[in-house]
């Protein structure tokens, strides 16, 4: 399975970023998918995650600024970032869990700097 993350850039703060995590196969075979980030010096952190059932959990950071949506017909999930700030600086890396296994996306650099 190869996931192909994609939409990361160079944003001014307050301004929007979709990102977007094509998968190989149906991501209906995933219980869950989602993005992490990590930024210069810190350690990866769960930014949202959204079952195969369609629920999602954010971390209170991004809590009303970031959206996550998934279009099963083209086995993708977007991550709609709005109200950026530079704390939103960091590597993007979309993931999916299977029963067995976990796959990763390559990562996509979001900088968020005026």
């Known amino acids: 399975v190869q996931l192909q993350a994609s939409g990361g850039g160079l944003v001014q703060p307050g301004g929007s970023l979709r990102l977007s995590c094509a998968a190989s196969?149906?991501?209906?075979?995933?219980?869950?998918m989602g993005w992490f980030r990590q930024a210069p010096g810190k350690q990866r952190e769960l930014v949202v995650i959204i079952t195969s059932g369609g629920t999602t959990n954010y971390v209170d950071s991004v809590k009303g600024r970031f959206t996550i949506s998934r279009d099963n017909a083209k086995n993708t999930v977007y991550l709609q970032m709005n109200s950026l700030k530079p704390e939103d600086t960091a590597v993007y890396y979309c993931?999916?869990?299977?029963?067995?296994?976990?796959?990763w996306g390559q990562g996509t650099l979001v900088t968020v700097s005026s």
């Open positions: 196969r149906s991501i209906f075979s995933f219980n869950d």
């Open positions: 993931y999916a869990d299977s029963v067995a296994t976990t796959y």
